[in-house]
């Protein structure tokens, strides 16, 4: 096995380890929605959705280099992204390039507003 394919099983790996967190934090989310009033949430709530999204976040990113990876060691032209999605959409790995880059600009959207958010808040404290 080369360094190569070492690698791309360590990533793997950890990706196992992320996606039960991931899963864990699914759970815990889906037992507030739907969220009906924002202001109403507990600490307890917004942390549960704080880490949801983180680990959603990092899953995700995890994952992406983890295919580029894939698309290397199978000679794939890595430099666009893109080509990564097709690759891996033909594979049947994912449903759809589109769906994971809608995905994407959404969860870069809710993470823009959230981070955007705090400062807000430090700014009136």
Do not use: D
């Not at 690698?7 to 989310?29: D, N, V």
């Not at 894939?70 to 032209?77: G, K, P």
Request: hydrophobic fraction near 45%; proline fraction near 1%; charged fraction near 25%.
């Amino acid at each position: 096995m080369t360094e190569h394919l070492r690698l791309i099983a360590r990533q793997l790996a950890h990706l196992q380890r992320m996606w039960e967190y991931l899963a864990y934090s699914t759970q815990r989310a889906q037992r507030i929605l739907p969220i009906t009033n924002w202001r109403t949430l507990s600490l307890e709530q917004h942390e549960t959705l704080a880490a949801f999204r983180v680990r959603f976040s990092e899953f995700q990113e995890h994952l992406g280099k983890t295919m580029r990876a894939v698309a290397i060691e199978e000679e794939v032209e890595a430099e666009r992204f893109g080509t990564v999605l097709a690759f891996m959409e033909k594979l049947g790995v994912l449903e759809s390039a589109e769906r994971w880059k809608l995905i994407r600009e959404l969860r870069n959207a809710v993470n823009s507003l959230l981070n955007l958010s705090v400062f807000e808040n430090v700014e009136i404290l």
